[in-house]
């Protein structure tokens, strides 16, 4: 089979490699689709605290059983099921988290091997390549869920990336109202028909007021972060959804707010089952508009090309379809 190899930052290559062996629970899966995300770009370009290499990338899969042919969407956990944070419904905080493409070979490949635990059914009617989404959405839930964001609510999203995007969907469909800030004019312009279809005016420059009850910053730097913060009335929920670059520092006075404004300060890591289960079926509902988030489909060997566009944020969602 095929695979997209990361050996190390920066060295990587479409290659052919043994096929994994179904054992156990473990199910050998054809991938139909696996898009491409900021942070495989990230991880080729400067690694991840948990990606252990050499490694095939891709954690946003949708596969097929070639048995079956039954199609799924992919969580890309492995948590071990047993701890406090698997039994109380955070399997995404799991200690022994493995995750598909960091930890263990993911879906930039033909083949992937899987965990029956793992599966999602794809709903029917559903393109493969826009049940892609299903992760990212999934952590977008996530985040909300860790802001306890409510129906009528107002949340101001800082970036215009595809994730940015896909947490002012998850606000609305929530019931709330979302905003979006983006700094870069190309990526205002490409996000306002997306905004439109959900009925949200276009991106602005920066972020305007602070009087939103909840915020979140969908993009790196520490400038996001304090734009967030910013964007918040006094009382207000902030979410740490990306983290800040290495060796970045927030200046002591653009932390005070949270403590002379009285902000909440949550985080949010990747998502579990059941809010990828929930992405999925927002997206069942929704295909149409997550659709404009699909810069095109492209194949294994474009990987290594695209990811210098996707770390400049030259691109929206590029979809991988792997063949032999
Ligand atoms: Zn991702
Ligand atoms: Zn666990």
């Not at 609510?153 to 002012?168: D, N, R, W």
Request: glycine share 12%; with cysteine.
């Amino acid at each position: 089979m095929r695979a997209f190899r990361l050996h190390s930052t920066g060295h990587a290559s479409v290659l052919a490699v043994a096929s994994p062996e179904p054992c156990g629970n473990a199910l050998c899966l054809d991938v139909c689709a696996c898009a491409l995300c900021r942070t495989d770009a990230k991880m080729w370009d400067c690694g991840h605290r948990d990606l252990v290499l050499p490694r095939t990338l891709g954690h946003e899969i949708c596969a097929e059983d070639p048995e079956t042919g039954g199609r799924w969407v992919v969580w890309p956990g492995q948590a071990c099921g047993a701890c406090s944070a698997c039994c109380g419904g955070c399997e995404n905080l799991c200690p022994s988290m493995r995750i598909l493409g960091f930890h263990v070979d993911g879906g930039l490949a033909t083949k992937v091997l899987v965990d029956r635990s793992a599966l999602i059914p794809l709903p029917v009617g559903l393109d493969p390549h826009l049940a892609t989404l299903a992760e990212p959405l999934g952590c977008c839930l996530n985040a909300l869920d860790a802001l306890r964001f409510q129906p009528g609510e107002s949340l101001q999203v800082i970036g215009g990336g595809p994730v940015g995007l896909l947490m002012a969907l998850a606000a609305v469909e929530a019931g709330g109202h979302a905003r979006l800030c983006e700094r870069e004019e190309t990526r205002r312009e490409r996000s306002r028909a997306f905004l439109e279809c959900l009925g949200i005016g276009p991106a602005t420059g920066s972020a305007v007021g602070d009087a939103c009850d909840a915020a979140v910053a969908a993009c790196p730097g520490t400038g996001a972060f304090t734009a967030a913060l910013s964007a918040l009335r006094p009382g207000g929920r902030f979410c740490f959804f990306s983290g800040l670059p290495g060796g970045k520092h927030v200046p002591a006075q653009d932390l005070n707010p949270i403590h002379y404004r009285q902000l909440t300060v949550t985080g949010a890591y990747g998502c579990t089952r059941d809010q990828m289960a929930r992405a999925l079926a927002l997206l069942a509902e929704h295909g149409c508009i997550a659709a404009r988030l699909i810069d095109g489909q492209f194949g294994l060997e474009d990987v290594p090309g695209l990811l210098p566009e996707i770390l400049a944020g030259a691109r929206m969602k590029c979809v991988i379809i792997p063949r032999e």
